[in-house]
């Protein structure tokens, strides 16, 4: 059978094939309720301006309304004969209420249309990525706040470099949530503009009403070109960019995670709940959940490199290239959405090993820098007492001794500065407890960013 939209250019139906192949319905279907949303507002407008009767435009709204319905109670059959949802419900509205159904696609073309319901369904899927973002950074903060006494190994080259809070490395992360939950919220303010009205591309002859149809659909404006409002899809590639650096960061977290989870380090027990066992390994508890999301992060970037290379050098306006766009956008926003929840709760229930935390943060000659400042605080310029901790350090490694255990008389060996004093400033707790300038992991300092997160959280 011919296409019932467009069968009038056409002698012969469309090949089954092509057709298959041609086809979105298969993942479009899932933006059914933005593109009734945007019908409705668009059938509002015809009415108020005239371009059709309000007696039939009540019949279109209820007829959208019915089949909206219907979507949701399972009774629909999307038929890939009629390629993609906007078609799909086109067709069933005329089926349902007659050929004033037709008078719907009134100054409308698919391709304004897919426009809008593309940017409905991710300004709402936005929404519930930056509720996740919330409860993550949640989990961050409550960890930080339970654990803020408990001390561990900062790292430099995946060395010991100096000990911090544990609560300090927390709050890193909710920094980068934080610039993540920003990024979202950028993506979401520029793509709040409606490209209703572009038509197929160069606008439309209707004396059309698009600040009214804007206004209802909660857009702060309207696009200011046609041919663009039908062609752009930076906004999609905006999101998969935020999206790509959250996961990032979401994959740097898994991989301290699986880290801390190992017997080597032994930081960090994970829930039995986010753990699997090993089919030969008895013993095994293997960190799954981090494990997959820092391998879901690759197909994240994939997702971006796709929608950049499917937009490449596009000529203007429309190209059928451009239904490509869906899966890795749609591929993107469930990804992180997943990974977001999982993390969420993950991390809320994760127990903290304070005590070997503690102990590997004492190894390692991590309060080294500390014998430093010192000698500079007696004097000596940093480069020199950088020079005589090195040697008071090799010192340590030779005779098998970590600082604090030195003796004066061995101190002084190195610089007769060294007094009594010294062993004040040697213990974890000084050193941490030292670095009090805004951003730095004393407690002190530590606390004052947990009480502005939290502000920042009531907001
Ligand atoms: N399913 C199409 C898409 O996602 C809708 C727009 C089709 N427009 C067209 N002129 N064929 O891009």
């Excluded at 008078?103 to 073309?109: F, M």
């Excluded at 293997?286 to 290379?309: A, F, M, Q, W």
Aim: hydrophobic share 45%.
């Amino acid at each position: 059978a011919q296409n019932q939209l467009w069968g009038g250019r056409f002698t012969q139906p469309t090949d089954k094939f092509v057709q298959e192949f041609t086809a979105s319905i298969d993942f479009d279907k899932r933006m059914y309720r933005y593109d009734i949303q945007g019908s409705i507002a668009h059938c509002r407008m015809l009415a108020k301006q005239g371009i059709i009767a309000a007696e039939e435009a009540k019949t279109i709204v209820a007829g959208l309304e019915g089949i909206l319905a219907d979507i949701e109670a399972g009774n629909f059959e999307f038929s890939v004969a009629l390629e993609d949802i906007h078609m799909n419900i086109e067709a069933r509205l005329i089926e349902r209420i007659g050929p004033v159904g037709g008078k719907l696609h009134t100054a409308r073309s698919r391709n304004d249309q897919v426009a809008l319901d593309v940017r409905l369904y991710l300004r709402d899927e936005l929404k519930a990525i930056l509720a996740y973002l919330g409860q993550l950074q949640e989990s961050l903060l409550a960890q930080a706040e339970q654990n803020l006494a408990v001390i561990m190994p900062g790292y430099t080259h995946l060395q010991t470099a100096q000990p911090v809070l544990f609560a300090h490395h927390m709050l890193a992360y909710y920094e980068m949530m934080k610039r993540d939950a920003g990024r979202m919220m950028d993506v979401a303010k520029r793509l709040n503009v409606l490209p209703l009205g572009a038509g197929a591309l160069a606008g439309t002859t209707f004396p059309i009403d698009r600040e009214f149809v804007a206004e209802q659909l909660g857009f702060d404006g309207v696009t200011r070109n046609s041919l663009d409002s039908v062609s752009d899809r930076d906004f999609a590639i905006e999101f998969c960019a935020a999206a790509s650096i959250l996961m990032m960061h979401l994959s740097r977290l898994s991989e301290e995670l699986i880290l801390w989870s190992s017997a080597d380090f032994n930081f960090i027990e994970l829930t039995d709940a986010f753990c699997t066992g090993s089919s030969i390994m008895p013993q095994k508890k293997n960190p799954d959940v981090p494990e997959l999301v820092r391998g879901k992060t690759g197909r994240v970037y994939g997702n971006l490199i796709s929608l950049l290379t499917l937009m490449k050098s596009l000529p203007l306006a429309y190209n059928k290239d451009m239904q490509e766009d869906k899966e890795p956008l749609f591929d993107s926003i469930d990804t992180v959405k997943g990974s977001l929840k999982i993390f969420a709760d993950m991390i809320a229930l994760m127990k903290v090993k304070a005590e070997n935390m503690r102990v590997a943060a004492a190894r390692g000659f991590s309060t080294a820098t500390d014998v430093a400042d010192y000698c500079v605080r007696k004097g000596l310029p940093f480069r020199q007492a950088h020079e005589v901790v090195g040697k008071t350090v090799r010192y340590c490694v030779e005779t098998g001794k970590d600082i604090p255990e030195l003796s004066l008389e061995e101190f002084r060996r190195f610089s007769p500065l060294i007094e009594n004093d010294i062993y004040d400033f040697v213990t974890l707790e000084a050193s941490v407890n030292a670095r009090r300038a805004t951003g730095g992991t004393a407690r002190a300092a530590v606390e004052r960013e947990i009480a502005r997160a939290r502000a920042e959280r009531r907001g």
